[in-house]
Every structure is written in structure tokens, then in C-alpha cells.
């Protein structure tokens, strides 16, 4: 078995196929990116695309956001899937491994990331991983378009 996270550097098939498996086990009502919209993760300097691939197959996936306010370099993980079949094998650990280094050579002091209470085994990861819960609300507007 090996196990290696990569940046997604252009899209071809095997990324739109890996997304095609990948994003209904993210959210059942997810939609799936195409093409386009994967290009524009992959080409955007805000955002890092890490693949994680398993003897060869794209298992799972993270995006780091990484952008710049006023107080600082932010870093945050968004969309964490892994393939039902590779999980409990290492996968999540090594794709917010591989973010959290990134988000440090780019300045970033801190990283976060939100998970529902109900990925249970998501959220074991991310504390033995060093992540801490914080006393803050969450908010969400959404647009009514």
C-alpha cells in the first residue's frame, strides 16, 4: 500500500472521475464540479486542491484555502473526503498532514476547519491531529437566489 497526497495541477479524466465517486460521499446534496469548475480550484492562488492517492487511485480529497487579512495569513480546510472503501487506512490523517505544513510555509499560524457533530470518526481525527474546538458561533447568510 502507498500512500501519497498530491496538489492537483491541471484537470483531466482521472480528477473528474475521482470528483464523480467523491463528492456524493461528501454530501448528499452536493453537485459534482465539472470541468470548468475544477480548473478554476486548480488555477486559483487562494486555493490548493491535495489529492490522496492509494496504490495509484485518487482516494480522497481536500481543498486549503489560504488567504490574507489584515491580522495576518488565514488558513482553512474545507470539503475533507475520503472514499468509503480507504477509510480507517491513513488518508484523512495524511491529507490535513500535508495541508497543515502547507498552510505553515505560507505563514499561516493557525488552520481551521468545521465538521457536523454527526462525522463522529472525522471529528476524532481532526482532534488527534491537534485541532481544538472553539468557543465560537457560526454563522451563514444564505443568498435567496
Not at 129 to 134: E, T, V
Amino acid at each position: 500500500m502507498t500512500l501519497t497526497v498530491v496538489e492537483a495541477q491541471e484537470v483531466d479524466q482521472r480528477l473528474l472521475d475521482a470528483f464523480e465517486r467523491l463528492t456524493p460521499q461528501l454530501s448528499s446534496s452536493g453537485i459534482v464540479p465539472g470541468e470548468d469548475v475544477l480548473r478554476e480550484i486548480v488555477r486559483s492562488t487562494a486555493t490548493e486542491l491535495l489529492m490522496a492517492e492509494l496504490d495509484g487511485q485518487y482516494v480522497g480529497s481536500l481543498t486549503l484555502v489560504l488567504f490574507r487579512i489584515p491580522t495576518g495569513m488565514r488558513a482553512w480546510i474545507e470539503d475533507v473526503v475520503v472514499e468509503e472503501a480507504a477509510r480507517g487506512q491513513g488518508v484523512g490523517a495524511a491529507l490535513n498532514q500535508a495541508a497543515i505544513e502547507r498552510a505553515q510555509r505560507a505563514g499561516a499560524r493557525t488552520v481551521d476547519l468545521t465538521s457536523r457533530p454527526s462525522r463522529e470518526a472525522a471529528n476524532r481525527l481532526y482532534q488527534r491531529l491537534g485541532f481544538l474546538p472553539r468557543d465560537t458561533n457560526v454563522y451563514r447568510y444564505e443568498s435567496p437566489v
